[in-house]
DNA sequence: CTGTTAGCGCCTTCAA
DNA sequence: TTGAAGGCGCTAACAG
């Protein structure tokens, strides 16, 4: 029953009969490359399972200065419903380089903001994920010029910073490419309007959709404003549709809003597809959920998390820019199909 | 343009024209105690600004045998729809503290358990979270007995780490005598069953619901068995109202069955509340989302988080135990109020 | 009140 | 192929 001491480097070294530079050379598998004797290795590998001995990061941090630990700043982000795949993305990633994430939550505070980052900073981590929970424009602290950052899901204009976020345009292009290749040419309405000042998703989307409709000779007849909420879509369209429109097809610019719009066209003696064709953003779980599942063109919030961090591990990093993911569509039931398209054969 | 050394005590403690030893006292809020001069202090502190001084917590850690770091072990809690903010409300905890977190998600592999256990403790995390997506019976690994430990919405039978969970037989109670006080008496169903094995949450819900209702002389008319999800649950409950059933109260074991519920009901034209009243168990933002809102027992994810750090950080630690936190009901609409009561004046 | 000294555990040149 | 020695930056006795 001794006190349990923690064990050493050099105790295992002792323990298999040699010197600790020959310890640390096997431990950091260069026993090939220093040529040591199987039979040593053996020994030495044999006194670490008999000891238990477990390497001491923080010493071995304090002589090679690193930490083999990834910073992550974020707003909401682990918070977040969905957003927070992010971070399981980020995670793997890490992971999948002997990495691990140590995460700072400001919750939009920016006081808060510069103590975390200076704290991890401090802790020496090889390098920092800038994340934000809405896609947005941001100013990184100066603090962060001294490490190896990457912006995930944002960007700021007035650096050279790394940024990985999502391909909005070309998703807005998908979302109405939906509508178009089920041959809907009128009646087409976004629902949605953008919330915050320099958030860029609601631009870019509704951005993408003028164009690929253009493409086509066609354009939105109109946009019905309103909050990125279920209950603010649905008071919206409702009045909407009271007020006597009948849309064929409507864009939500999230799924949150299309839940919205499926409560109020139900109101309404509306009927999805049949009546109306939808299609929305985010690809979130919420998007599955309703009756028929909705059509959305997805965040692919897991991909971006392990991007940045690949990003941040890559040598050429400094180089890498604005890398933008696509953003897939998943089908649901709630486009009809053309008619035309239905007795094909 | 020289290149950037980095700054060290000694740097600090040369321009301040002071000892190393004077200068860590100052910068570790040890002056009074130490009764350094104000003036010795000052010069100090203007020497940190100038040369834009860090501590190097690796340094400090090595001495110290410190971290301020938490670790958390989990499953699938960071990528979790919801229970991420159980990581929120830790990370606020910790903040609260002037600690970190790092996170390794094991993604529910025992191997990638066990490597992240292995890797925080090598890192000398101050003590590890070990939280689980669904609360539950876990078998903690060994590992964890050489470390501070709080198991987060799980507990280990064969151990006397200290647990922090929601209290989900009161929460049970809690769910029924919201119906009980609208003055239903018959014609209550359950809705859910029992996923998996080792999960606790339906269980003692379900036992919750029972002594509640066994205290007023009643009890449940039946339980709707269906998987915890939307699809499944409206599918249960479609084919149970096709079938004839006519329930005045349904206690729905999640918010995800309740929205199907809410299908499969407004499928067979019956409204919330006042054909049928819904009560409901999560407490997430789909609860506020359906119309009309669903009163539902809110599983206190952030102060679940936020507890377990507290307790991993008392001197008393050890002596814990098992904290149930309570589970509040966030009040929607789903309820038909007792019919005395509206003209109660 | 302040400075001197001695490590914390590990890696890595250098010498053997 | 292995060992001895030094130091990463910081803290904490122990002296003055």
Redesign the pocket.
């Known amino acids: 029953m001794s006190v349990t001491r923690?064990v050493?480097?050099?105790d295992v070294?002792e323990r298999a009969?040699?010197?600790?530079?020959?310890a640390?050379?096997i431990?950091?598998g260069r026993s090939v490359e220093?040529?040591?004797?199987a039979d040593?290795e053996t020994r030495v590998r044999a006194a670490v399972a008999e000891l238990g001995?477990r390497?001491?990061r923080s010493?071995?941090s304090?002589?090679?200065?690193t930490t083999s630990t990834i910073g992550v700043i974020s707003d909401f982000v682990a918070s977040g419903h969905f957003a927070s795949q992010m971070l399981t993305g980020a995670s793997a990633a890490a992971r999948a380089d002997a990495h691990l994430l140590v995460i700072g939550e400001t919750e939009g505070d920016p006081g808060v903001e510069a103590l975390l980052i200076e704290e991890l900073l401090e802790r020496q981590v090889d390098g920092i994920v800038y994340a934000t929970l809405v896609t947005a424009e941001v100013t990184v602290p100066p603090a962060l010029g001294r490490r190896r950052t990457v912006l995930l899901n944002c960007v700021d204009p007035s650096t050279v910073l790394p940024a990985v976020l999502p391909d909005e345009l070309g998703g807005g292009r998908t979302a109405a490419g939906a509508l178009v290749r089920a041959g809907l040419r009128s009646g087409l309405h976004v629902v949605g309007e953008d919330p915050t000042p320099n958030a860029l998703a609601g631009v870019l989307r509704l951005q993408g959709i003028r164009a690929r409709l253009g493409e086509e000779g066609l354009g939105i007849d109109g946009v019905v404003p309103c909050p990125w909420t279920v209950a603010g879509a649905y008071a919206a369209v409702d009045a909407w549709l009271a007020d006597g429109a009948r849309p064929q097809g409507l864009i939500c610019l999230n799924d949150r809003i299309a839940m919205g719009v499926y409560q109020a066209l139900a109101e309404h003696g509306l009927e999805v597809p049949r009546d109306v064709s939808v299609v929305s953003f985010d690809g979130s779980e919420l998007a599955t959920w309703l009756r028929p599942e909705v059509t959305s063109v997805t965040l692919p919030y897991a991909d971006l998390g392990a991007e940045a961090v690949r990003v941040l591990m890559d040598p050429g990093w400094a180089t890498t820019g604005v890398v933008r993911l696509p953003m897939p569509i998943s089908a649901g039931a709630s486009v009809r199909p053309r008619p035309a398209e239905v007795p094909a054969s």
Chains 1, 2 share one sequence.
């Not at 304090?62 to 200065?65: F, G, V």
């Open positions: 923690t050493t480097l050099s070294a009969g040699v010197s600790a530079t020959t640390s050379y431990l950091n220093m040529r040591i004797s040593t001995y390497p001491n010493a071995r304090l002589r090679t200065a």
